[in-house]
C-alpha cells in the first residue's frame, strides 16, 4: 500500500472507487434528472417500448442533442404536453432516433448508439450485426450442410 498525500489507496479501494464511476456519471445528469424521466416516459410512449427499455444516458443525450440542434422549445412543448401540430415531426424525429440509433447532434444527426438501437429488440429475431447469441435462430452456428463437401 502507497501513500500519496497523506490518503492512503488500497487495490481494493482503487477497484470500489473506479465501479463508482458510472454512479457519479449519472449523479452529474441530475440536474435535468425529473426531465431525463419525463424524456423517458414521453420516449416509450413514442416507440411503444417501456421506460425501461429507454436508456438514461442515452436520453440525456438526446436531450441535449435536440436542444443543441435548435428543437429545444419544441422538446419542452412535447414534454409539457401542449405540442402543436408542428411538435409531430419532432416526435416522429424522437421515435426514429431511439429505433436508428442516429440522434440529433449540433452538427447534424450523429451515430450514438447501434448495438442498443430498439430496432433490434422490435424485431424480435436475430441481433445487431457483429454480435451473437445462443439463441437457435440466429447465426452463431453454420447452417444445416455447411462446410460439408457435395
Known amino acids: 500500500m502507497e501513500e500519496h498525500g497523506g490518503t492512503a489507496m488500497t487495490r481494493r479501494g482503487f477497484a470500489a472507487a473506479l465501479a463508482s ?8 445528469t441530475a440536474r ?4 431525463v424521466e ?3 416516459s414521453l420516449s416509450a410512449r413514442l416507440t411503444g417500448f417501456p421506460e425501461e427499455a429507454i436508456d438514461p444516458g442515452l436520453a440525456l443525450g ?6 443543441a440542434a435548435g428543437d429545444g422549445a419544441g422538446l419542452d412543448r412535447l414534454l409539457s404536453g401542449t405540442d402543436g401540430d408542428a411538435d409531430g415531426e419532432l416526435a416522429r424525429r424522437i421515435a426514429v432516433a ?4 442516429v440522434h440529433p447532434a449540433a452538427g447534424g444527426p450523429a451515430v ?3 448495438h442498443d438501437a430498439l430496432v433490434w429488440r422490435a424485431l424480435g429475431y436475430g441481433e445487431p450485426p457483429g454480435l451473437c447469441s445462443a439463441e437457435p435462430a440466429d447465426w452463431s452456428e453454420p447452417p444445416g450442410g455447411a462446410g460439408t463437401a457435395p
Open 98 to 101: 431511439w429505433y436508428s440509433g
Open 62 to 67: 438526446m436531450i441535449d442533442g435536440l436542444e
Open 38 to 40: 419525463r424524456f423517458r
Open 112 to 114: 450514438r448508439t447501434f
Open 21 to 28: 464511476v458510472p454512479a457519479v456519471g449519472l449523479a452529474g
Open 32 to 35: 435535468g434528472g425529473d426531465r
